[in-house]
């Protein structure tokens, strides 16, 4: 059994190689095929032997035990029986000496059997940087027929292994639930592992129906962990461009030679050609649970997440709810943490990453000049071609990502005081610093209609993120915001946009920052001549964009919700002026400014009433530019009005309006 392989689908690698996209894809992917810990030691790699013995006589077999060495460790099965098998005992005897993959398939459908049962498969694997010894037990496989299993049940199972961690060994220990699986086609996924089709284009057949984990408890020296029931709707899968067996001959060559940077990109590109091979249908994992203990500090941390759920295929999504985590000092006393209501995501990642990386290498050439040895070449091609042929066909789906109810309170960090260089002063202990707190009642993003990478629908709404101010803080801008008798940020914002394709035009549905009691101010806008070459190719194509576009509308809205009063008794007070006196100065000024500024225009005492009327009395203040030709504002224009503002004057009309 390969290193690589053992890394992929032991239980506690989900968690050990989360950091990494594409082998957290790979121990999903193995994971999901039922190869883990249904299947797990019967795959062979190119150097080892089969493990999970399976009836292969036309007769009743019972085996006791039987050892299977490979490289990576070995493989123990003891207490093996088998009923009407359709292999005789020679064939079964045969496959298990088997040293690779091919033909397996086909000697699989050969096989029928009315019940597979074993007692216990010991699983043993060592490599520098791991040693792991899993135990599975109370294996049940009815009505075989053709190498697909009808049911397969298994009582549990345990794990104990050492684990590298930096300098140091770990060492782990790992309870298996019980586990379930219907329907589960064992030719079918030797021949998907083991079979390639160039064109990639196989039907999908599925290899799999439902699963169910009971759960899964793994303890660490420092952490433990609980994971709830674990179900999925199934699996399925086509013959990939190439054989996923050869990504584990990948693994193990990195394994050995880790210090191989090409094999990053042979290992790349192997995957690649295989992602697109196989679908796994929605489930969900019923919560799950952490304890930690920092030896360092003496800090525990105890978390935990409500239900999990995720799908794949057409419309992948994710999303966890009621997500806690809590910290208590070393005399269990609790001393802050977060909460999270809701995480959830939707979107096909693997498009928006395919065509990034075809746009990368198309615009960074070749590297044949560089000194790379003729087998990097070789693994860079590769790789190339194969984001190329996996980038054919592809368009990015709409994303969607939200959060809801974050409430964090946090202590101050023990070197807040020596970082603002007050840690002593006159032998005195400087004051601790602030908590850090914060709540966030929603954050909702939308990226959809893709042109080519750039989305030409855009939603993102910020809902009442409340951050209380540092009370101890020297920083200007929080003190200006305390002047204005502000000591909690409440903010709420919103970005919206949306480009029609048929009127040429890029609507700015909405900018707006709403300061809570403070005020909120919205900006909206119309820009027309957006063709989609910009968004085909923004880089390439933005000059001519900005040279052939125009403005055709701009809106401003503002709404006082008591900030503009703090703000004029501020500035009265600089001028040693109440606040009345300033009121009325200031709307006395702005007509006359504004008149100036637009000379005889048609709309100019109305725009300048309204902001008059606003200055005196803060309310509502609504102003609207648009242009008065349909060829719109043009950049031209701007430029003109550089040296005679009344050019881009004349092409707008205002209409404005205080409440």
């Known amino acids: 059994m390969s290193h690589a392989l053992a890394t992929a689908i032991r239980p506690t690698s989900l968690f050990a190689t989360s950091s990494s996209r594409a082998r957290r894809r790979l121990a999903a992917l193995l994971m999901a095929t039922a190869l883990a810990p249904v299947t797990l030691s019967l795959i062979p790699d190119s150097h080892g032997r089969f493990g999970i013995v399976r009836a292969f006589a036309k007769e009743n077999i019972t ?11 070995g493989v123990t099965l003891t207490g093996l029986s088998i009923t009407g098998s359709t292999l005789a005992r020679a064939e079964l005897e045969a496959l298990l000496k088997s040293t690779g993959i091919a033909g397996l398939a086909d000697k699989l459908e050969k096989f029928d059997a009315d019940r597979i049962a074993i007692a216990s498969v010991e699983w043993r694997m060592k490599s520098p940087k791991q040693e792991m010894t899993t135990v599975y037990e109370g294996f049940e496989a009815t009505n075989i027929k053709a190498g697909a299993i009808e049911r397969l049940v298994m009582k549990g199972g345990r794990q104990s292994g050492k684990m590298k961690a930096g300098e140091k060994m770990q060492n782990t220990e790992t309870l298996i639930g019980k ?18 089709d160039p064109t990639g284009k196989a039907p999908m057949k599925v290899l799999h129906g439902r699963y169910d984990l009971e759960s899964m408890d793994i303890k660490m020296e420092d952490a433990t962990v609980h994971i709830g029931r674990m179900t999925a709707a199934g699996f399925k899968a086509r013959l990939a461009k190439q054989a996923p067996s050869d990504i584990i001959d990948i693994a ?41 203990k920092d030896k360092a500090t003496g800090v525990t941390f105890n978390g935990g997440m409500g239900k999990i759920t995720f799908a794949g295929g057409a419309a992948p999504l994710f999303s966890v709810s009621d997500i806690v985590f809590k910290a208590s000092d070393p005399a269990g006393k609790e001393d802050g943490g977060f909460s999270i209501k809701k995480v959830a995501q939707q979107g096909d990642i693997y498009a928006l990453m395919m065509l990034g990386m075809k746009e990368v290498f198309t615009a960074a050439p070749d590297a044949k000049g560089a000194k790379k040895s003729a087998e990097a070449q070789r693994a860079e091609a590769a790789l190339r071609q194969s984001v190329t042929e996996a980038a054919k066909g592809l368009t990015i789906k709409d994303f969607g990502f939200k959060l809801e109810g974050i409430d964090a309170d946090f202590p101050p960090a023990k070197d807040t005081a020596a970082k603002s260089g007050n840690a002593k002063a006159g032998g005195k202990e400087a004051p601790a610093g602030d908590r850090v707190k914060l709540k966030l009642a929603s954050f909702d993003a939308t990226i959809a209609s893709f042109v080519n990478l750039s989305p030409t629908r855009v939603d993102f709404v910020l809902s009442n993120l409340a951050v209380p101010l540092p009370s101890k803080s020297t920083d200007p801008g929080v003190a200006s915001l305390k002047a204005f008798g502000i000591d909690t940020v409440d903010l709420s914002a919103r970005i919206k946009a949306t480009w029609d394709e048929g009127k040429s035009r890029f609507m700015i549905d909405d900018i707006m920052a709403d300061m809570g009691k403070f005020g909120k101010v919205s900006l909206k806008g119309e820009l027309g001549g957006i063709q989609r070459p910009l968004f085909e190719n923004p880089v390439q194509n933005w000059p001519v964009t900005l040279m052939g576009g125009n403005v055709q509308s701009v809106t401003i809205d503002l709404e006082n919700k008591g900030g503009f009063e703090k703000v004029l008794a501020q500035a009265a007070a600089d001028q040693k002026k109440t606040p009345e006196q300033f009121k009325l100065e200031m709307s006395g000024m702005a007509p006359m400014i504004l008149g100036s500024v637009m000379g005889g225009h048609a709309d100019a005492a109305a725009l300048s009433d309204a902001v008059a009327k606003f200055i005196r009395t803060p309310g509502k203040l609504h102003v609207k530019a648009s242009a008065n030709v349909p060829t719109g504002v043009t950049m031209m224009d701007f430029a003109a009005a550089q040296s005679n503002p009344t050019v881009l004057l004349q092409k707008l009309k205002f209409e404005a309006s205080a409440k």
Do not use: C, H, Q
Not at 179 to 196: N, P, Q, V
């Open 63 to 73: 085996i006791d035990k039987i050892d299977l060495p490979n490289v990576a460790g």
């Open 252 to 292: 193990v060559e990195s394994s050995i030679k880790s210090e191989d940077s090409d094999n990053g990109m042979k290992m790349l590109s192997y995957f690649l050609n295989v992602y697109p091979s196989f679908e796994f249908g929605g489930g969900e994992v019923e919560g799950a649970r952490v304890v930690a």
């Open 179 to 196: 586990l379930s699986m219907e329907t589960i086609d064992l030719a079918g996924l030797f021949r998907w592992m083991g079979t390639s």
